[in-house]
């Protein structure tokens, strides 16, 4: 039995942002609230019942200090013996919770910055205050800086960076907030274009098909060194990943994260704010995706609820385990990048005969999507 690793908790459905790429904005029916307090004690006792409690990541579709027991959670989960991640707006990130989670010895904090301007990231997320996102997490350094001097202390920070055609221009800024804010890491990913708008602000129309980033005995392979990236070579550049071979960077291929499930690979799960369990974010709940201009409609695949099973009971069920061995395998269509036929529009089954999840379709198997 493979090990579960990492449990994504959703803490909330409740966010005090209304961004532009946020899969909320397609919700009808969804309660905005937090998790309920019996349900998430339940789930910490069930995770210590594993050998090895899972690293407890809150994130999901919400923001998760909105919890009003937020900090009880954190020290919940610090209480097994678990690592404590997780994915935050910054905004409710002021001195004392900055503090608590410093005392409470919380391990990683990925804040999303999709700007480094105040136009640009208060455009992208609306309802937000640039200003007081830096405030926040210059005193966050601070506090860590008098308390334990320099160096890469706990919590850590990164900084997540959803890209798009309205805030590419800021990427190359990036680094420099996140030496100012010392942040260890910056992740970017692309956006998901759960509407119309968002596919006008895709920037892997022509990666999603690139060679580049696939291996196959009939495509040359050219391996590339280390070499400056720059006025002169970056047009070169372009034209050959642009062009009909694949890449592998010293010998280390870009097809790696091609048909590639990172949850099933390292053994994550989602348990949502009502305590459905999902083997991942994208499958979390219903949504619309669209592509090549047509919509295509995204199921969920509940595989369990911790208020009707323990965690680990549904982590070692049979039929789970065969769904974590079959994405592990990636039997699945190409249709992120075919597209052609009426089974396009949902995730319900494929042109080779695989049935409901099939992950063809998945922009995260694809390495066009991250998740912090």
């Excluded at 994504?8 to 937090?34: G, H, I, Q």
């Excluded at 974010?281 to 099973?309: A, C, F, N």
Aim: aromatic share 10%.
């Amino acid at each position: 039995m493979d090990r579960l690793t990492k449990v994504y908790v959703e803490l909330s459905t409740a966010c005090n942002f209304d961004c532009v790429m946020c899969v909320r904005r397609t919700w009808k029916d969804e309660a905005l609230a937090p998790m309920e307090w019996e349900v998430y004690r339940s789930l910490i006792e069930q995770l210590a019942e594993f050998p090895e409690p899972p690293t407890v990541h809150f994130s999901g579709y919400g923001e998760p200090m909105t919890h009003p027991r937020f900090l009880e959670a954190v020290e919940l989960a610090k209480g097994i013996g678990a690592r404590v991640e997780m994915t935050s707006n910054g905004s409710l990130l002021d001195r004392e919770t900055a503090a608590a989670l410093i005392d409470l010895d919380v391990d990683k904090i990925m804040v999303s910055v999709d700007g480094v301007s105040a136009d640009v990231y208060e455009d992208v997320r609306q309802g937000s205050d640039f200003g007081r996102l830096v405030a926040n997490l210059l005193e966050l350094r601070r506090l860590k800086l008098s308390r334990f001097g320099r160096g890469n202390h706990k919590p850590h920070l990164g900084l997540a960076f959803v890209a798009m055609k309205r805030n590419i221009d800021q990427l190359p800024l990036l680094p420099q907030l996140a030496h100012r804010l010392g942040a260890e890491e910056i992740k970017v990913s692309n956006v998901v274009p759960y509407c119309p708008q968002l596919e006008q602000e895709m920037l892997y129309d022509r990666a999603m098909y690139a060679l580049a980033f696939r291996a196959s005995p009939d495509i040359p392979v050219m391996s590339l060194p280390k070499m400056n990236l720059d006025a002169v070579t970056a047009p070169a550049l372009a034209q050959v990943f642009d062009s009909t071979v694949s890449i592998s960077w010293l010998q280390s291929s870009l097809d790696h994260y091609t048909n590639y499930c990172e949850f099933n690979q390292k053994g994550y799960l989602v348990v949502r704010r009502d305590g459905v369990v999902t083997p991942c974010l994208e499958l979390m709940r219903d949504h619309p995706v669209y592509l090549k201009g047509k919509p295509q409609w995204i199921s969920h695949y509940p595989v369990g609820d911790v208020t009707q099973k323990t965690l680990r009971e549904i982590w070692e069920d049979e039929e789970y385990a065969a769904f974590r061995d079959k994405v592990r395998r990636f039997p699945y269509s190409p249709c992120l990048t075919c597209g052609g036929c009426e089974l396009f529009e949902a995730n319900q089954e494929d042109c080779r005969s695989n049935t409901f999840p099939v992950c063809g379709r998945c922009p995260w198997a694809q390495g066009l999507v991250q998740c912090p």
